[in-house]
């Protein structure tokens, strides 16, 4: 008899369940059906936005305008941890014509054509570019470590990176290569 009450008592209970499962059923198709209708009422929702412009590179770095008949090239370092206690001299052939510190950059301005730039210390790293009259560049540089001492690069860059965090404008003096 015990068991009979407990089979009646959990048929009871699983009539109870799915009741209540299909009460909650047919009040969401109902309440599906209402929506239904309602957004058949409501006007067409109005057409996409025409995709925003491309944002703005924030200016935290700020460079003066490329002076008539002349080309500008921006060349910084990010401040980095990996050799941020050096510095290397940015030559154009022998002559120093930047110096930048951890964190720093430097503005060149200089007349449109080919330029070759190099750096160099356990190994030599040179970028070739060719600039155009009224145009700014920006040129990256990196330290790696190397064998012996640390091995500095330059390459080419763009605003949004040189803008990316606020850096010094750099003051250290270049030196030239003497060999």
């Keep these: 008899m015990k068991l009979s009450n407990t089979l009646r008592l959990s048929a009871v209970c699983a009539a109870l369940t799915f009741a209540a499962a299909g009460a909650h059923a047919q009040d969401a198709q109902s309440s599906a059906s209402a929506s239904a209708s309602v957004a058949a009422d409501a006007p067409a929702p109005a057409a996409p936005a025409a995709p925003a412009a491309a944002p703005a590179v924030a200016k935290l770095n700020p460079i003066d305008p490329v002076p008539a008949g002349k080309a500008q090239i921006v060349f910084f370092r990010p401040s980095r941890y990996v050799g941020m206690a050096l510095s290397f001299s940015v030559r154009e052939g022998d002559k120093g014509i930047v110096k930048l510190t951890n964190g720093s950059y430097q503005v060149v301005v200089t007349d449109p054509g080919t330029k070759e730039y190099n750096i160099s ?3 030599k790293d040179t970028l070739r570019m060719e600039v155009e009259e009224g145009e700014t560049y920006y040129v990256t540089e990196g330290i790696a470590m190397g064998i012996i001492g640390a091995r500095p690069n330059i390459s ?23 060999n």
């Design 121 to 123: 210390f356990e190994a």
């Design 156 to 178: 080419p860059s763009t605003e949004a990176d040189f803008q990316e965090k606020k850096l010094k404008l750099s003051t250290a003096k270049p030196t030239d290569h003497t």
